[in-house]
């Protein structure tokens, strides 16, 4: 079931005089350069000497880098230590993508072996839209969902238990039309 999250957002309006605004692209300027920099130091690290630097590794050197880039000094230091939190965050949730997607390829890898010796064969299918889209139309939609249980498609007015709905969308995906009632059992996942 998918969870539901409520953003809150605030806008705020700057109306920065001309040379705030130039101070502002310049220390936009210099983060990104930063950022790109400890990119590049990361994987030289990596690359080298197999280490895996932190961001408190990095942010240790910042006293250092203003002594040889003056320019840096001109931005507060909690932004430029900023820069590298945002860095190793970026780093670990990348990492874990990779992991997640390791992991199902050998969940995959797994249930093909099992339903192989079943007869059976196992369909990998991208689930995007499939509990917002109308199975009868194709409408794609989020107003389809009148709420968790019940499907109900604006355009068509297609009626349906909401996971009835979205398990033929994925069957649609796994067996194209042609294929469909062929009598071969699929797992799908
Ligand atoms: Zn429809």
Known sequence: MSETTIVRVFRYRLYPTKPQEAAMFETLRLTRTLYNAGLEQRREAYRKHGK???AYDQQKELTALKEACPEFSGVYSHVLQDVFDRLDKAYKAFFSQVKKGAKRAGFLFQLSSKAESAGRRVIAVDPRDTSQRCHACGHTGKENRVNQ????C???GHTANADH???KNILGRAVP?????????HAVV
């Open 149 to 152: 249980a019940t499907f109900r």
């Open 52 to 54: 895996t630097l932190s």
């Open 165 to 167: 709905n979205a398990a």
């Open 154 to 156: 604006v355009q068509c």
């Open 177 to 185: 039309s042609a294929l469909n009632g062929s009598g071969v059992s």
